[in-house]
C-alpha cells in the first residue's frame, strides 16, 4: 500500500473532519472513502450519481415545504429549525452560514 502527503488548508480540514464526523468515521476513513470513490475503477464520474438524486430530493422536498407552508406556517418554521439543527449536528451546514 502507498502512503500519500498531502496539505489541506485549515478551513478544508475543518470540513472534511465535520463530514467524517457526521459519517461516524474517522477522518482517515473518510478520506479513503472519498479518494476510491474518485478513482472508481469502471470510470464512473463520482458526482452524477449523487447530484441527481440530490436534485430531485431537493425538488420533493421543495414541493413539500410549499404545501406545509401554504397550510402552517409555524409547522414549516418548526420543522426547517429542527431540520437545521440535525444537518448541524451532523456537520453538513457550514457554521459560517449561521453567523
Known amino acids: 500500500m502507498q502512503r500519500?502527503?498531502?496539505?489541506?488548508?485549515?478551513?478544508?480540514?475543518?470540513?472534511?473532519?465535520r463530514r467524517s464526523y457526521g459519517a461516524n468515521l474517522t477522518l482517515s476513513e473518510f478520506v479513503r472513502q472519498v479518494?476510491?470513490?474518485?478513482a472508481d475503477p469502471n470510470g464512473r464520474y463520482i458526482y452524477s450519481s449523487?447530484?441527481?438524486?440530490?436534485?430531485?430530493s431537493i425538488q420533493i422536498l421543495t414541493l413539500l415545504a410549499t404545501s406545509i407552508g401554504a397550510r402552517s406556517p409555524e409547522l414549516l418554521?418548526?420543522?426547517?429549525?429542527?431540520?437545521r439543527a440535525i444537518l448541524g449536528e451532523r456537520g453538513l451546514l457550514d457554521p459560517e452560514q449561521d453567523r
Not at 449523487?50 to 430531485?56: C, F, G
Not at 418554521?77 to 431540520?83: F, K, Q, S
Request: overall charge negative.
Open 4 to 17: 500519500i502527503s498531502v496539505r489541506v488548508d485549515d478551513a478544508l480540514y475543518r470540513r472534511l473532519q
Open 77 to 83: 418554521e418548526r420543522g426547517m429549525l429542527d431540520a
Open 35 to 38: 479518494l476510491g470513490e474518485a
Open 50 to 56: 449523487q447530484d441527481e438524486v440530490l436534485a430531485t
